[in-house]
């Protein structure tokens, strides 16, 4: 079984900041591209970053300059930094990953059960 684990999350002011951390732990050959999502209250899940095993990143506008992903390949891990925090990224705050299964032939994306993030004005 694989399973992706979120911590990190919290209340914080606005103008501060958080670290994310997304584990994946199971039976992992490789993990291609990792990602963090958010959901608002009442709002659709959308994307806020994502890096490639090669570690090219890619963010949501929103989140240009104040947000920064990265990823450990060797421990099958990734983190989201967050500064300069508003109250708009506020929200549920979810790992997700294509990991291939050791044994298995297809990637599988998988999703972290979620972390909340509170920023306060």
């Known amino acids: 079984q694989v399973q992706l684990v979120e911590s990190g999350g919290g209340l914080v002011q606005a103008g501060g900041s958080l670290r994310l951390s997304c584990a994946a732990s199971?039976?992992?050959?490789?993990?291609?591209?990792m990602g963090w999502y958010r959901q608002a209250p009442g709002k659709q899940r959308e994307l806020v970053a994502t890096?490639?095993?090669?570690?090219?990143?890619n963010y949501a506008d929103s989140v240009k300059g104040r947000f920064t992903i990265s990823r450990d390949n060797a421990k099958n891990t990734a983190a989201l930094q967050m500064n300069s925090l508003k109250p708009e990224d506020t929200g549920v705050y979810y790992c997700?990953?294509?990991?291939?299964?050791?044994?298995?032939?297809?990637?599988?994306?998988?999703w972290g059960q979620g972390t909340q993030v509170t920023v306060s004005s």
């Open positions: 997700n990953a294509d990991i291939l299964r050791r044994g298995s032939f297809n990637y599988v994306n998988y």
């Open positions: 199971g039976s992992i050959f490789s993990i291609n591209l």
């Open positions: 890096i490639t095993s090669g570690s090219s990143t």
